[in-house]
């Protein structure tokens, strides 16, 4: 399982990979996890979300950026994208990866990509959430979200459950909309937590915290057991629905999106679009090697 895991970990990582695949298209089964590959596609899918009382933070995908004009770019694209949920009146937010937007480059260059997007967005009332990537990007990321918010309110990010320092950064960040997550990443056993139950306890502790501490809180997570779990503790504790949403990926676990938001939760799906959906759709093969039953069918199906 373990070894499945770093496999498609690795093949994430593989830059020649990740630019031959910008120009195949949407192969391999990606379609089914990624919202097309320009914005009237992915702003169609988010139509349909919130036909479904769904709402969606939407990530122009894009990785190993180590051009400034590729940065320059992807900074034009997201833009365009701010401008989309605006003309479209879609209930939609945006979610972005510093990396994208220079970090690997130069800090100070990537701060000011940031800040545009970040005003741009401000300007409709629209959030911004920073992903977070691994660890060697993890102090640089929050230098960058210090930074902005000494000037705007619109920004949150996003809390890896795997890392051991997880609770000193959700206290220092308590006042921030924030998404926990268990962690993509591959991280060495000095820095995050390897075993399934301990990531999951500490997931769950995190999440307790900023439920009950924080501003408002994005449970990302498509473990039932997860979910069962802080259903019966915000009841339990008085938290009311307003205080917290549940977020997936888009294209997974769709029955149980639905049924969530049937049921009054705020529910947001994860609404990844673009060229460069290798690196992502191999980390979710990673994640769940169930998912390459998507690959299966694909190649079968030709
Ligand atoms: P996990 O993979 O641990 O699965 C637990 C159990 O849930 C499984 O054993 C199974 O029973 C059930 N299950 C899971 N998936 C299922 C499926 N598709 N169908 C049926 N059952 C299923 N990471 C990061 O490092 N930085 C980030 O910024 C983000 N952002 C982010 C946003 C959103 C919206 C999500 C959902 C996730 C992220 N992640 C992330 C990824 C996150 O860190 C994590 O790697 C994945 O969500 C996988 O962990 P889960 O909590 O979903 O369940």
Redesign the pocket.
């Known amino acids: 399982m373990n070894l499945t895991k770093d496999f498609f970990i690795t093949l994430s990582q593989n830059k020649l990979l990740t630019k031959g695949a910008k120009r195949w298209g949407l192969q391999l089964g990606a379609q089914t996890v990624v919202a097309g590959t320009n914005i009237p596609e992915m702003i169609r899918s988010v139509q349909e979300l919130n036909s479904q009382g769904i709402s969606a933070?939407i990530d122009n995908l894009g990785e190993f950026v180590f051009e400034k004009s590729e940065a320059l770019e992807a900074k034009e694209q997201i833009l365009h994208v701010i401008e989309a949920i605006h003309e479209n009146g879609v209930d939609a937010h945006i979610?972005l990866k510093p990396t994208q937007l220079g970090l690997d480059i130069d800090a100070h260059f990537c701060l000011g990509n940031l800040r545009e997007i970040v005003h741009a967005a401000h300007h409709y009332d629209i959030f911004i959430n920073f992903?977070?990537?691994d660890y060697g990007h993890l102090q640089p990321s929050f230098d960058l979200i210090d930074e902005l918010s000494k000037e705007y309110d619109n920004i949150g990010t996003?809390i890896?459950a795997y890392f051991y320092q997880s609770d000193e950064i959700i206290e220092k960040y308590k006042d921030f909309r924030l998404?926990i997550?268990?962690?993509?990443?591959k991280e060495p056993e000095n820095l995050a937590y390897q075993g399934?139950n301990d990531?999951?306890k500490n997931?769950l502790k995190l999440i307790e915290y900023h439920l009950l501490n924080g501003k408002f809180t994005?449970i990302?997570?498509?473990?039932?057991?997860?979910i069962n779990h802080v259903k019966k503790f915000v009841r339990e504790n008085n938290i009311s629905n307003d205080k917290f949403e549940f977020?997936?990926?888009y294209g997974?676990?769709k029955d149980l999106q639905l049924k969530l938001a049937s049921e009054g939760y705020n529910f947001?799906?994860?609404v990844p679009f673009g060229h460069d959906w290798y690196g992502y759709f191999m980390?979710r093969l990673a994640?769940?090697p169930?998912?390459l039953q998507l690959v299966s069918k694909q190649l079968f199906n030709k």
Do not use: P
């Open positions: 933070t979610s992903d977070m990537e996003v890896q998404r997550v268990k962690g993509a990443y399934k990531i999951d997931y994005s990302a997570t498509h473990d039932h057991h997860v977020q997936m990926l997974f676990r947001c799906t994860y980390r994640e769940r169930q998912n």
